[in-house]
T-cell receptor, first 109, second 114 residues
């Protein structure tokens, strides 16, 4: 059983559409991180959310941390083919970082 | 943020052989982490490597299969021993920074075992 549940598992959309990826847990986290991994590369950190209810924006990407710090979402506005990749949420779990199963996003031109 | 280099970036190996992956960091770090990413899957922590002590392995991973070296604060190796096709994966080296324990990864080593 994953500590962090991500949904959906796969998402395929047309360029210009919006999308949202969810990361949920029954546990409270001190922070949550979002990574994007492109084919042939290691994951790259996009953002860390720390405060319950926090919203962070990174160009067309909006990240939200739930008030209870058990969940997070990533919203992409007007998706572009360059947004294609595996999106992973992760949170501190004891001495290590636990990862969600990931959401594979494909943006078609 | 730390810059991490891994090699090889990819390799095709024969069943029963062993392969050592190298990870070099551009700054001194206390802990280095080795992850496995099986095809289409998320990341699973194999072990944590501290300089000057034995690596700490996660459940399901053992030192005989995945021996790790950590000779100094900027370098580590992971060996995948006696490989089988089930070991075909991407192996990733990473380091953490900051109070939020953000991870920075190498580009990964993609192993295919025939």
């Amino acid at each position: 059983t994953q500590l962090l549940e991500q949904s959906p598992q796969f998402l395929s959309i047309q360029e210009g559409e919006n999308l949202t990826v969810y990361c949920n847990s029954s546990s409270v986290f001190s922070s949550l991180q979002w990574y994007r991994q492109e084919p042939g590369e290691g994951p790259v950190l996009l953002v860390t959310v720390v405060t319950g209810g926090e919203v962070k924006k990174l160009k067309r990407l909006t990240f939200q941390f739930g008030d209870a710090r058990k969940d997070s979402s990533l919203h992409i506005t007007a998706a572009q083919p360059g947004d294609t990749g595996l999106y992973l949420c992760a949170g501190p779990n004891d001495y290590k970082l636990s990862f969600g199963a990931g959401t594979t996003v494909t943006v078609r031109a | 943020s730390a810059v991490i280099s891994q090699k090889p970036s990819r390799d095709i190996c024969q069943r029963g052989t062993s392969l050592t992956i190298q990870c070099q960091v551009d700054s001194q770090v206390t802990m280095m982490f080795w992850y496995r990413q099986q095809p289409g899957q998320s990341l699973t922590l194999i072990a944590t490597a501290n300089q000057g002590s034995e690596a700490t392995y996660e459940s399901g991973f053992v030192i005989d299969k995945f021996p790790i070296s950590r000779p100094n604060l900027t370098f580590s190796t992971l060996t995948v021993s006696n490989m089988s096709p089930e070991d075909s994966s991407i192996y990733l080296c990473s380091v953490e920074e900051g109070a939020a324990r953000e991870l920075f990864f190498g580009e990964g080593s993609r192993l295919t075992v025939l």
